[in-house]
């Protein structure tokens, strides 16, 4: 079965400090991979995703990035967080064998920009 | 522009029947996800429907109206920890999810 880990759980962080989050998937090969943002008591923004290897693309123009160095490792990072950028950030992936784009997410990092 | 419309909260009682509505405009269609969200948790998937019609999954079920973009879920038998948000969210032509802001359901007893 598949997993995915994020960590950290949590995170509080200054403003114009950077940041580095980190998603690993289990038990699947190829996946497509997102990352997410959610406000608190809002939907879900998705920010980027990636079909494969070092191929990403961003959904919202800002100051976060993200790289896929490996198959299942994905990676989402800023130079300089702003206080906007609080939230909850979810990593998810589709699931192997499933021929519609169901999405399995991981636990997320709560973060906090102060 | 595509856009994805639920209530933003309801109540129910304990043991009673709540549906919660969805309507969706997007750029073609491949189907409507929902999705339960306890709160500080990830999201987990309830359902899927691409097709015209009722699915049912124990006290879950799930409808689908393709010509009106327009599905609900239907929550029978409710018990306190069905108090949640819940997402509705449909895949558009180039197989990617538009998100609702989802429905956060109070269960009182």
């Given amino acids: 079965s598949q997993t995915i880990h994020q960590w950290p759980a949590t995170l509080v962080q200054p403003v114009g400090s950077p940041l580095s989050l980190e998603c690993t998937v289990e038990g699947t090969s190829n996946p497509n991979l997102y990352w997410y943002r959610q406000a608190a008591g809002r939907g879900l923004q998705l920010l980027f995703y990636s079909v494969g290897i070092g191929q990403i693309s961003s959904e919202v123009p800002q100051n976060l990035s993200a790289s896929r160095p490996q198959d299942r490792q994905f990676i989402l990072s800023s130079k300089k967080l702003l206080l906007s950028d609080s939230g909850f950030y979810l990593c998810a992936s589709t699931i192997a064998g499933r021929d519609y784009n169901e999405q399995f997410f991981g636990p997320g990092t709560r973060l906090t920009v102060l | ?109």
């Avoid at chain 2, 029947?17 to 999201?43: D, K, R």
């Avoid at chain 2, 097709?51 to 010509?67: A, I, N, V």
């Avoid at chain 2, 990617?96 to 429905?103: P, R």
């Fill in chain 2, 1 to 109: 522009g595509q856009n994805i419309d639920q209530p933003t909260e309801m109540t129910a009682t304990e043991g009673a029947i709540v549906q919660i509505n969805c309507t969706y405009q997007t750029s073609g269609f491949n189907g409507l996800f929902w999705y339960q969200q306890h709160a500080g948790e990830a999201p987990t998937f309830l359902s899927y429907n691409v097709l015209d019609g009722l699915e049912e999954k124990g006290r879950f079920s799930s409808f689908l109206s393709r010509s009106k973009g327009y599905s609900y879920l239907l929550l029978k038998e409710l018990q306190m920890k069905d108090s949640a948000s819940y997402l509705c969210a449909a895949l558009d032509s180039n197989y990617q999810l538009i998100w609702g802001a989802g429905t956060k359901l109070i269960i009182k007893p």
